[in-house]
């Protein structure tokens, strides 16, 4: 394994972690407007936002085959845990 395929495996990495980001930001986000009482509608938008998101990034990655997604899920997962940590901290904190 050269350096290039290290590098191209760290940016799937990163890719799981920025998505991975950007899914449970709009789901803590999702949880406050509910617990404010917004309209189901817009709770709705911000479901159907992180899951189609979600569904096309992996889509597009289980194309390039199986260790790339593996890659992706694994970044996922790393912010999975952070924000599975954090919200445990916070709700014992």
Sequence with gaps: M???YAAIG???ILT???LGKVYFDLVAHTVHLHTEGR???LLFSFYL???IA???VFWLVAQQGAMPLL???FGFVLVRLFFQNMWEFNSNG
């Design 71 to 73: 890659l992706l899920l």
């Design 54 to 56: 979600s569904v096309i």
């Design 2 to 4: 050269n350096l290039s």
């Design 39 to 41: 309209s189901s509608s």
């Design 10 to 12: 760290a940016l799937y």
């Design 16 to 18: 799981g972690v920025g």
């Design 49 to 51: 936002l992180r899951t």
